[in-house]
């Protein structure tokens, strides 16, 4: 999903000239919208939105060193780093591979809220959920254990779709989203016993150990490089034999890279290792696509594990 944010200069001229620069990349003339850009940029050196639209028109023009000097420039002048000028340093190669910007991931998600199952479902063919589910209740079997969860953790839990997929086998979820758009959406599903706007370590600090029955993740992991804090994190809320049941992106290298998307894809071997460092057994990995990226699955794992 293309994501753009606008953080006005505070000078009438160079947020003009912004705009009419967007306005000539939507007429086609890139090198011409590149220019004016620069313009705005320049006029007020600590405009973000300017350096980073910059960065963008250059990359399209094959000038990557002049799109990670303007992505430079948007990251020192918004240290939250909203844009997510950062994640472009990382897939340009001028930076190493990092966490995404919290700000920018929740900026992301407040934008989508109100259109977000639309666009999943509707423009990319997201069968995550219905992925997520499938393993989840095999994993259970194998358990010979009844499919049934009394208290289940959604981690990322955007609108609630992954919810809505297993109602019918749990009882109480509880979700946490650092999203306030997606929580509020997730609210008007009505499937929620507590809703928390909070990063998914964070939130899953405050839960008492050995409370929850099935910790789930619909392609939230997707957003973070590093997956050994929240298994940890999610290996201590889970009861003796609990399952997690999480999806992630993967790519066909080894360790973990940023893709085309700027989510993050993990290799197998990464998942595993990171799951057993956090004591989990029983682990099952199946290669899946949970959505289409230009019209091709996007590779990817669906993964369970139980603790002992």
Same mark, same amino acid.
């Not at 964070?202 to 008492?208: K, M, V």
């Given at each position: 999903?293309?994501?753009?944010?606008?953080?006005?200069?505070?000078?009438?001229?160079?947020?003009?000239?912004?705009? %009419? +620069? =967007?306005?000539?990349? @939507?007429?086609?003339?890139?090198?011409? *919208? &590149?220019?004016?850009? !620069?313009?705005? #940029? /320049?006029?007020?050196?600590?405009?973000?939105?300017?350096?980073?639209?910059?960065?963008?028109?250059?990359?399209?023009?094959?000038?990557?060193?002049?799109?990670?000097?303007?992505?430079?420039?948007?990251?020192?002048?918004?240290?939250?780093?909203?844009?997510?000028?950062?994640?472009?340093?990382?897939?340009?190669?001028?930076?190493?591979?990092?966490?995404?910007?919290?700000?920018?991931?929740?900026?992301?998600?407040?934008?989508?809220?109100?259109?977000?199952?639309?666009?999943?479902?509707?423009?990319?063919?997201?069968?995550?959920?219905?992925?997520?589910?499938?393993?989840?209740?095999?994993?259970?079997?194998?358990?010979?254990?009844?499919?049934? %969860? +009394? =208290?289940?953790?959604? @981690?990322?839990?955007?609108?609630?779709? *992954? &919810?809505?997929?297993? !109602?019918?086998? #749990? /009882?109480?979820?509880?979700?946490?989203?650092?999203?306030?758009?997606?929580?509020?959406?997730?609210?008007?599903?009505?499937?929620?016993?507590?809703?928390?706007?909070?990063?998914?370590?964070?939130?899953?600090?405050?839960?008492?150990?050995?409370?929850?029955?099935?910790?789930?993740?619909?392609?939230?992991?997707?957003?973070?490089?590093?997956?050994?804090?929240?298994?940890?994190?999610?290996?201590?809320?889970?009861?003796?034999?609990?399952?997690?049941?999480?999806?992630?992106?993967?790519?066909?290298?080894?360790?973990?890279?940023?893709?085309?998307?700027?989510?993050?894809?993990?290799?197998?071997?990464?998942?595993?290792?990171?799951?057993?460092?956090?004591?989990?057994?029983?682990?099952?990995?199946?290669?899946?696509?949970?959505?289409?990226?230009?019209?091709?699955?996007?590779?990817?794992?669906?993964?369970?594990?139980?603790?002992?």
């Amino acid at each position: 999903m293309p994501f753009r944010m606008f953080m006005s200069s505070g000078d009438l001229i160079a947020d003009r000239r912004y705009d %009419f +620069a =967007r306005d000539l990349q @939507l007429r086609g003339d890139l090198a011409g *919208a &590149a220019d004016l850009m !620069a313009q705005a #940029a /320049e006029r007020a050196p600590g405009f973000a939105s300017a350096w980073f639209a910059l960065g963008e028109m250059q990359e399209e023009l094959n000038q990557n060193n002049a799109a990670i000097d303007a992505y430079r420039k948007a990251l020192a002048a918004d240290a939250e780093d909203r844009h997510g000028a950062s994640l472009r340093l990382m897939r340009l190669g001028a930076s190493e591979l990092s966490e995404m910007p919290k700000e920018y991931v929740r900026g992301l998600f407040d934008q989508y809220a109100p259109k977000f199952d639309a666009a999943l479902i509707g423009d990319l063919h997201y069968r995550g959920p219905e992925v997520l589910r499938k393993a989840v209740v095999a994993a259970r079997q194998a358990q010979k254990r009844p499919v049934h %969860f +009394a =208290r289940v953790i959604d @981690l990322g839990c955007g609108t609630g779709l *992954a &919810a809505k997929a297993l !109602a019918s086998v #749990a /009882e109480t979820f509880v979700g946490l989203d650092i999203s306030s758009g997606m929580i509020a959406q997730a609210k008007a599903t009505g499937l929620y016993a507590r809703l928390d706007v909070c990063d998914m370590n964070e939130g899953l600090a405050q839960e008492a150990g050995a409370s929850a029955d099935l910790v789930i993740s619909a392609d939230a992991f997707v957003y973070l490089k590093d997956l050994a804090p929240v298994l940890r994190a999610s290996a201590r809320v889970l009861k003796p034999q609990a399952l997690i049941g999480f999806t992630v992106e993967t790519h066909a290298g080894a360790g973990t890279v940023i893709g085309e998307g700027f989510r993050y894809a993990h290799s197998e071997a990464v998942v595993r290792d990171a799951l057993r460092d956090a004591g989990f057994i029983d682990v099952r990995i199946e290669a899946v696509s949970t959505r289409n990226d230009g019209g091709l699955p996007v590779p990817g794992l669906v993964v369970t594990a139980a603790q002992p």
